[in-house]
């Protein structure tokens, strides 16, 4: 049995935090999903798996309306709910499938904590690991403009463009003087405030597909914005370069460095 199960839609930057983690760690997590459209076809569940209509029809109490990133019905389970109350994807279980870990920063926490290399890239001093906590609380307020900038569609308007370059503006001009103290984000050694960059570029990196409305609306896109801010794009280039990121990040890296 694996130390973590994760249940996602794939591909998804997120779970790559705690992947690309676990190279370090030695945590084993093993990641059930399938592509966003199919997880309404899904049970979400510790055994999460890919129903049938007749499936469907059987499990219809764990029906549940879509609240982010999803329309429509999902298939709920009350057991998956009750491990994440916020009922959201990714959502991990650990302990053999009795604790349920939400929101992937803590996913990620917990690939960190687990494995036979642990603690990996999270400080070895409380005070570290607090900057280091300070850098993915910082990097989730970010995420959560992403989220709403990228899950726009034709609703995208020039307010929301706006939140989104100025949220841009003020992680990466935080990020660009933090990389004048150290090699790496919270100091001199990679972290996980490292792996929350690469990974929550990434998932802006997912402005390439808005090119079309955002040329219609007459808005200019927002990564070219990652060149104005040196040492940032440079270290960003050197993450995606790693090995443990290019495993998973290989191709949304080309996205975000061919786009800035
Ligand atoms: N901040 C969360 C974001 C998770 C999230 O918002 N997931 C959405 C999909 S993008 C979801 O699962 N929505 C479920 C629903 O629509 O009911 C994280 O980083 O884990």
């Not at 298939?75 to 009922?87: E, I, M, Q, R």
């Not at 949304?252 to 800035?260: E, I, K, M, S, T």
């Amino acid at each position: 049995m694996s130390d973590i199960r994760i249940i996602s839609y794939l591909p998804n930057p997120r779970v790559y935090k705690a992947t690309i983690v676990a190279r370090f760690s030695g945590a084993e997590i093993e990641v059930l999903g399938s592509a966003p459209p199919e997880m309404a076809d899904w049970l979400w569940d510790y055994d999460a798996v890919k129903m049938t209509e007749a499936e469907k029809a059987h499990h219809a109490d764990a029906r549940r309306i879509a609240s982010t990133g999803f329309s429509g019905e999902l298939y709920k389970t009350d057991s998956f709910l009750a491990a994440n109350p916020f009922g959201d994807i990714p959502a991990a279980f650990a302990e053999d499938g009795t604790l349920g870990v939400f929101e992937s920063n803590s996913i990620m926490r917990l690939a960190a904590l687990t494995g036979p290399n642990a603690p990996a890239l999270y400080g070895d001093r409380p005070a570290q690991r607090a900057r280091i906590d300070g850098f993915l609380d910082k990097t989730l307020l970010f995420a959560n403009t992403i989220q709403s900038y990228i899950l726009a569609g034709e609703g995208l308007d020039a307010a929301l463009h706006g939140a989104m370059a100025k949220a841009f503006e003020g992680y990466c001009k935080s990020c660009e003087a933090a990389l004048g103290n150290g090699d790496f984000l919270a100091g001199d050694a990679l972290s996980l405030a490292d792996v929350v960059l690469a990974c929550e570029l990434a998932l802006l990196g997912n402005e390439g597909r808005m090119a079309e409305e955002l040329a219609k609306k007459g808005l200019p896109p927002i990564l070219p914005g990652l060149r104005a801010y040196p040492k940032l794009f440079t270290h960003v280039q050197g993450l995606y370069a790693r090995a443990e990121f290019a495993a998973d990040l290989a191709n949304y890296g080309r996205f975000v460095l061919d786009a800035a």
